[in-house]
């Protein structure tokens, strides 16, 4: 069974950092392409940031281009995204998603539970 | 441009047949998926590619494209489907990602 399971939401004050971290089982991680996708509250589902199998290929969303990193440990199974310079608009649920691509076909066919990054002073 | 268009929302009464649909210039170039959310909890796929379902997906659930549009059909719609659903593509570059605003389905 595939299971991702995002950490290190938090409460954190405008400006400062935070990490998330995303461990992933149940499927052979280095195969698969990760993103993360957030959900402010009240909102739909906003793109954030893809990351290759390999690492070889990263694209991040405008909103957050410049500010957040997307990185992964395959020896560890783990996918990461740094965020720095965090405002009220970072607020959100950070899901983690496993992506399957295929020509110009691709989907997110598992999710994790999401963590909350509440950004306020 | 680089997004997708969703109505905000949709109504079907129980057991009719309902489509959602989603417009962008960038699902000339790659199929459309469709994910399911219901109110706290993670989004689910549903329909991928020209009209596929993971498992467990009850085929009630169909996808078609067409131009530049994609549709998510519900055959017979339960109340167990009333949520809300989001496309998302590549977009025409293919390096990024989008979703469409998502529609609130209402069962009534």
């Known amino acids: 069974e595939v299971q991702l399971v995002e950490s290190g939401g938090d409460l954190v004050q405008p400006g400062r950092s935070l990490t998330l971290s995303c461990t992933a089982s149940?499927?052979?991680?280095?195969?698969?392409?990760m993103h993360w996708v957030r959900q402010a509250p009240g909102r739909g589902l906003e793109w954030v940031s893809g990351?290759?199998?390999?690492?070889?290929?990263?694209g991040y969303a405008d909103s957050v281009k410049g500010r957040f990193t997307i990185s992964r440990d395959n020896a560890k199974n783990s996918l990461y995204l740094q965020m720095n310079s965090l405002t009220a608009e970072d607020t959100a649920v950070y899901y983690c998603?496993?992506?399957?691509?295929?020509?110009?076909?691709?989907?997110?066919?598992?999710w994790g539970q999401g963590t909350l990054v509440t950004v306020s002073s | 441009s680089s997004e997708l268009t969703q109505d905000p929302a949709v109504s079907v009464a129980l057991g009719q047949t309902v489509r959602i649909t989603c417009q962008g210039d960038?699902?000339?170039?790659?199929?459309a998926s469709w994910y399911q959310q219901k109110p706290g909890q993670a989004p689910i796929l549903v329909v991928y590619?020209?009209?596929d379902r993971p498992s467990g997906i009850p085929d009630r659930f169909s996808g078609s494209s067409s131009g530049n549009t994609a549709s998510l059909t519900i055959t017979g719609a339960q109340e167990d489907d009333e949520a809300d659903y989001y496309c998302?593509?590549?977009?025409?570059?293919?390096?990024?990602?989008?979703f469409g605003g998502g529609t609130h389905l209402t069962v009534l």
């Open positions: 998603a496993k992506y399957i691509s295929v020509g110009n076909v691709g989907y997110f066919d598992n």
């Open positions: 149940g499927f052979t991680f280095d195969n698969y392409g």
């Open positions: 990351i290759s199998w390999n690492s070889g290929t990263i």
């Open positions: 960038s699902l000339r170039n790659y199929y």
């Open positions: 590619g020209k009209d």
């Open positions: 998302n593509s590549r977009d025409k570059s293919g390096n990024f990602w989008m």
